[in-house]
């Protein structure tokens, strides 16, 4: 139920606060007392249209903020403000409040937290009915009906409990669908290892394989150097005139004539004949 009131620069009315005490109240006055500004003022915080043309003469703005005891609806309600990022109610207190500018500002909160027009006329269903020629009639929404029907019945306690096991409920379905989420990347993971150790068996790596890949990517990359030291080797050995065999012949000669004069040199010139082959290999 509605607790308190306050309006603030809003038609006639500078700064009012109200307070309601539980049960029936009454607002009696004559015509012109400001009854229907009150009306309008709730009918504000509560989500209508804004008229700007009713902030009071002088002020740059005005306000409203409700004060209602929400004990009868705190089960359907608690939910509604954690999924709209809201702050919980303290005390079973909830607050709503409403500003408006001149210069075209317009803002809502619910416990204290900013909230957008849809979400505070969302809630405002929730919390008041206005009855009178042409106004919205909450009995004809179906989800209201239930909450009388529970109310009527006191059936508070089990349609709490009864919201919480249903809010367990649906954790424990979000995990299992989580679960099942895992069990199927895993199942993916899975098979592409498999795949991978495959290639890797069919490739027969050996441990020493990668020093030969290293070195004849050595060889690879140095193709046009090994080709030009290998020819000018050649080139050295025997194609080029004079070249290292023909100054060997020479040395064979020396060494022959050396061995026949004095026989203990012999084994210079075996040693010389010997390196001549490796050469020639």
């Keep these: 139920?509605?607790?308190?009131?306050?309006?603030?620069?809003?038609?006639?009315?500078?700064?009012?606060?109200?307070?309601?005490?539980?049960?029936?109240?009454v607002i009696t006055g004559e015509t012109g007392a400001g009854k229907s500004i009150i009306i309008g003022a709730l009918n504000l915080v509560l989500g209508e249209r804004a008229d700007r043309t009713l902030i009071r003469a002088?002020?740059?703005?005005?306000?409203?903020?409700?004060?209602?005891?929400i004990r009868q609806l705190k089960a359907p309600l608690a939910p509604f403000l954690d999924e709209n990022g809201l702050e919980p109610c303290e005390e079973?207190?909830?607050?709503?409040?409403?500003?408006?500018?001149?210069?075209?500002?317009?803002?809502?909160?619910?416990?204290?937290?900013?909230?957008?027009?849809?979400?505070?006329?969302?809630?405002?269903?929730?919390?008041?009915?206005?009855?009178?020629?042409?106004?919205?009639?909450?009995?004809?929404?179906?989800?209201?009906?239930?909450?009388i029907l529970d109310a009527f019945g006191a059936l508070g306690d089990a349609r709490d409990a009864f919201v919480a096991l249903l809010h367990r409920c649906q954790q424990i379905e979000a995990e299992k669908a989580a679960l099942i989420i895992d069990e199927k990347t895993y199942a993916q993971q899975l098979d592409l290892l498999r795949f991978q150790v495959g290639e890797i068996t069919a490739a027969r790596l050996r441990a020493d394989e990668e020093v030969e890949v290293e070195q004849e990517y050595q060889r690879t990359s140095n193709a046009a150097k090994l080709l030009e030291l290998s020819q000018g080797t050649l080139n050295l050995l025997g194609e080029d005139d004079p070249n290292l065999f023909t100054a060997a012949g020479a040395v064979s000669r020396n060494l022959a004539e050396l061995q026949r004069i004095d026989s203990s040199t012999s084994e210079l010139l075996t040693l010389h004949s010997q390196a001549v082959e490796h050469l020639r290999e």
Excluded: Y
Aim: hydrophobic share 45%; net charge negative; aromatic share 6%.
């Design 1 to 25: 139920m509605l607790t308190a009131l306050r309006i603030k620069n809003l038609a006639l009315v500078a700064d009012l606060i109200l307070e309601l005490q539980p049960g029936f109240n």
């Design 58 to 69: 002088g002020a740059d703005s005005c306000s409203v903020e409700a004060v209602f005891d």
């Design 92 to 147: 079973d207190q909830l607050v709503l409040k409403r500003t408006f500018a001149a210069a075209g500002t317009n803002r809502q909160f619910i416990n204290g937290s900013p909230t957008t027009l849809a979400t505070l006329t969302t809630i405002g269903q929730w919390l008041v009915d206005m009855h009178g020629p042409h106004d919205h009639q909450s009995l004809l929404h179906q989800s209201r009906q239930l909450a």
